[in-house]
């Protein structure tokens, strides 16, 4: 049983909140999750027929065969059972950690939860593992083995060829879920879609020249765009631009949440044809943001992540905003030797932008710290939290 680390940050959720709701990509862990920590809850599945049919239907029966405290996993397939539990939290709202929920999509639970269980409950963001949640072994691989194989338990624990679960996962639910949120007429021009987002993994995204590749509207694309970020597929990071907009791109960027999905819609499929691929930096950058969303999300913290890049190309690959009112600064390269030439843009930052920025470059080699007190640290033990 892999330990995870927002365990901590979900038991304290339960201490003080009546319901749990964990959100986060199907097979990222929520069910094991929940199962682990609440062994004496009782447990219903949404995704099951016949128990999602009484959760429609006869709510009272329902609750009868799973009485709180109960896991209700898969939520969002029934998303008005959550005014039922908003009645049997307020018969007793110091009855903590009564009911522990796992969603996979989160426009299909946002605007229940807010109308149904706002103040009730926590939530708490589940994601694949982390570098800290990996085993000293599989700390040890290269990076071209972590991208290709990507972070999600199964995959970690049970050692599954990553092309083969990918693959499943992609036509199970990926597909799916698409199709059930959206009318998805033309299923090869979606698929050609999955293909082109991956292809552009840390770049700026054109919604519009994407839809004059697959051959649908922006609309559309913008629509299945937004499903795919809803069910924890893909995330868009934000452009930094306060107080210097004019000379700041507006555009955002595009990375997935596993890069293992990416290198199978790809057709990466060994270390070595990825050694080659020139998308290679792109996908080290995607796994390196992606990690950070994993430690604060675990911390139990809001993401307050940007990306910088001037009309000129200056870029910056990661912004942040530390609790401290201090801005930290990360270039990210595949790199595996340390040259003082991948510094460059956070001596430019620091000198044009914010001389107090905490400023490290992020890598394939070791930790070192260099004379102009930037830290440059191996992406495996990069960490903030």
């Given at each position: 049983?892999?330990?995870?680390?927002?365990?901590?940050?979900?038991?304290?959720?339960?201490?003080?909140?009546?319901?749990?709701?964990?959100?986060?990509?199907?097979?990222?862990?929520?069910?094991?999750?929940?199962?682990?920590?609440?062994?004496?809850?009782?447990?219903?599945?949404?995704?099951?027929?016949?128990?999602?049919?009484?959760?429609?239907?006869?709510?009272?029966?329902?609750?009868?065969?799973?009485?709180?405290?109960?896991?209700?996993?898969?939520?969002?397939?029934?998303?008005?059972?959550?005014?039922?539990?908003?009645?049997?939290?307020d018969?007793?709202?110091?009855?903590?950690?009564?009911?522990i929920?796992?969603?996979s999509?989160?426009?299909?639970?946002?605007?229940?939860?807010?109308?149904?269980?706002?103040g009730?409950?926590?939530?708490?963001?589940?994601?694949p593992?982390?570098?800290?949640?990996?085993s000293?072994?599989?700390?040890?691989?290269?990076?071209?083995?972590?991208m290709?194989?990507?972070?999600?338990?199964?995959?970690?624990?049970?050692?599954?060829?990553?092309?083969?679960?990918?693959?499943?996962?992609?036509?199970?639910?990926v597909?799916?879920?698409?199709?059930?949120?959206?009318?998805?007429?033309?299923?090869?021009?979606?698929?050609?879609?999955?293909?082109?987002?991956?292809?552009?993994?840390?770049?700026?995204?054109?919604?519009?020249?994407?839809?004059?590749?697959?051959?649908?509207?922006?609309?559309?694309?913008?629509?299945?765009?937004?499903?795919?970020?809803?069910?924890?597929?893909?995330?868009?990071?934000?452009?930094?631009?306060?107080?210097?907009?004019?000379?700041?791109?507006?555009?955002p960027?595009?990375?997935?949440?596993?890069?293992?999905?990416?290198?199978?819609?790809?057709?990466i499929?060994?270390?070595?044809?990825?050694?080659?691929?020139?998308?290679?930096?792109?996908?080290?950058?995607?796994?390196?943001?992606?990690?950070?969303?994993?430690?604060?999300?675990?911390?139990?913290?809001?993401?307050?992540?940007?990306?910088?890049?001037t009309?000129?190309?200056?870029?910056?690959?990661?912004?942040?905003?530390?609790?401290?009112?201090?801005?930290?600064?990360?270039?990210?390269?595949?790199?595996?030797?340390?040259?003082?030439?991948?510094?460059?843009?956070?001596?430019?930052?620091?000198?044009?932008?914010?001389?107090?920025?905490?400023?490290t470059?992020?890598?394939?080699?070791?930790?070192?710290?260099?004379?102009?007190?930037?830290?440059?640290?191996?992406?495996?033990?990069?960490?903030?939290?």
């Open positions: 049983m892999i330990k995870r680390a927002i365990a901590s940050t979900v038991g304290r959720y339960a201490k003080t909140y009546p319901a749990v709701t964990m959100l986060g990509p199907r097979q990222a862990g929520k069910t094991t999750l929940a199962r682990m920590m609440f062994p004496s809850h009782s447990y219903a599945n949404l995704e099951d027929r016949e128990t999602r049919d009484l959760a429609e239907n006869d709510v009272k029966a329902f609750f009868s065969l799973y009485p709180p405290p109960v896991i209700i996993d898969e939520v969002q397939t029934v998303p008005d059972i959550l005014s039922q539990v908003q009645v049997r939290i018969e007793n709202r110091k009855a903590y950690g009564q009911f929920l796992t969603g999509h989160q426009s299909a639970l946002s605007s229940a939860i807010a109308k149904s269980l706002a009730r409950t926590a939530i708490a963001d589940v994601m593992l982390s570098f800290c949640e990996l000293a072994k599989d700390r040890k691989l290269s990076a071209d083995l972590l290709i194989r990507g972070f999600m338990p199964e995959i970690v624990a049970e050692g599954k060829p990553p092309d083969e679960f990918y693959r499943f996962y992609y036509r199970t639910y597909e799916r879920d698409i199709s059930d949120f959206v009318n998805m007429r033309n299923k090869s021009r979606f698929e050609k879609f999955m293909v082109l987002l991956a292809g552009r993994v840390g770049q700026l995204l054109n919604i519009s020249s994407l839809a004059s590749e697959v051959g649908v509207s922006s609309t559309t694309l913008e629509e299945w765009l937004s499903v795919l970020e809803s069910s924890y597929v893909c995330f868009r990071l934000r452009p930094y631009f306060a107080n210097i907009s004019k000379r700041m791109v507006k555009t960027k595009l990375y997935f949440y596993e890069t293992g999905l990416v290198c199978h819609l790809l057709g499929k060994t270390a070595e044809h990825l050694m080659r691929d020139p998308l290679r930096g792109n996908i080290f950058e995607n796994m390196v943001v992606s990690e950070r969303l994993k430690q604060i999300a675990n911390a139990g913290k809001e993401p307050d992540l940007y990306f910088l890049r009309a000129k190309g200056f870029e910056i690959d990661l912004l942040e905003k530390g609790d401290d009112g201090r801005t930290s600064v990360s270039e990210i390269k595949s790199a595996m030797s340390y040259h003082h030439s991948l510094l460059e843009n956070l001596k430019e930052y620091i000198e044009k932008w914010s001389e107090d920025a905490r400023a470059l992020v890598y394939d080699g070791k930790g070192i710290s260099s004379s102009d007190g930037i830290q440059c640290q191996n992406f495996r033990d990069w960490n903030r939290i």
